[in-house]
Structure formats: C-alpha cells, structure tokens
C-alpha cells in the first residue's frame, strides 16, 4: 500500500515536472521577447525626443526668418 503510495507521488512529481519545463520553455522566448521590445521602445523614444527638439530647433529658426 505504501510503496502505490510512493509510486502514485513520484509519477505526480514528475507530471508537474515536465509540466513546469514545458511552462518554462514557454516563458524564456516570452522574456526575451519582452528585453527585445523594451530596448526597441528605448530606441523610439529616442528617436522622438530627437524629432520633437529638431522640430523645436526649427519653429526657432523660422521664427527668426519670418522676425
């Protein structure tokens, strides 16, 4: 009775395993997804700081132009 027992556990144990390694291996592409759209959103926003302050730049000088 108490080596069913024992069986009936370590197969639980080790159904949650696999399960937990598939899971796992779910979540590291997902991860590295996310590092990848993290650095590409650091990079649009860079971007549009830049835009914004060359727009900026410019309204300046056309003012001066049409001043």
Do not use: F, W
């Not at 069986?7 to 590295?32: D, I, M």
């Not at 997804?33 to 060359?54: C, F, G, N, P, Y």
Request: proline share 1%.
């Amino acid at each position: 009775m108490a080596q069913k027992a024992e069986e009936a556990a370590n197969k639980r144990l080790h159904e949650a395993g696999q399960t937990y390694t598939e899971l796992l291996a779910k979540v590291v592409p997902l991860h590295e997804e996310i590092v990848e759209l993290k650095a590409a959103a650091d990079t649009s926003k860079t971007r549009i700081t830049t835009l914004e302050e060359r727009c900026v730049s410019q309204e300046v000088n056309l003012g001066k132009v049409e001043g």
